[in-house]
Nanobody, 115 residues
């Protein structure tokens, strides 16, 4: 069973940047679409960005122009570059396959945007 581990979160001021990483234990990302998801306190988990093997990317409207998803298939890693962070981006961020999240969810990485 492939496992994923997210990292790179932290506390950042509004307007700041973070780069999240999602490392898989196997070479699964080369063949499938991957998504970054987030769950804010008292809210349902939501899809933030997706990356397909052909290079196509998509973003939820609230992060368009600020977040960039990318992948390094050789390293079995997917990244999420987050710029111009806003307090509303505060959440635990997870990665999983897309559209079916068939991997066991990792622990996620906490992103807190606050002054």
């Amino acid at each position: 069973q492939v496992q994923v581990m997210e990292s790179g979160g932290g506390l950042v001021q509004p307007g700041g940047s973070l780069r999240l990483s999602c490392a898989a234990s196997g070479s699964i990302f080369s063949f499938t679409a991957v998504g970054w998801y987030r769950q804010a306190p008292r809210k349902q988990r939501e899809l933030v960005a997706t990356s397909r093997p052909d290079g196509t990317t998509n973003y939820v409207d609230s992060v368009k122009g600020r977040f960039t998803i990318s992948r390094d298939n050789a390293k079995n890693t997917v990244y999420l570059q987050m710029n111009s962070l806003e307090p509303e981006d505060t959440a635990v961020y997870y990665c999983n396959l897309y559209p079916l999240q068939t991997l066991t969810w990792g622990q996620g990485t906490q992103v807190t945007v606050s002054s």
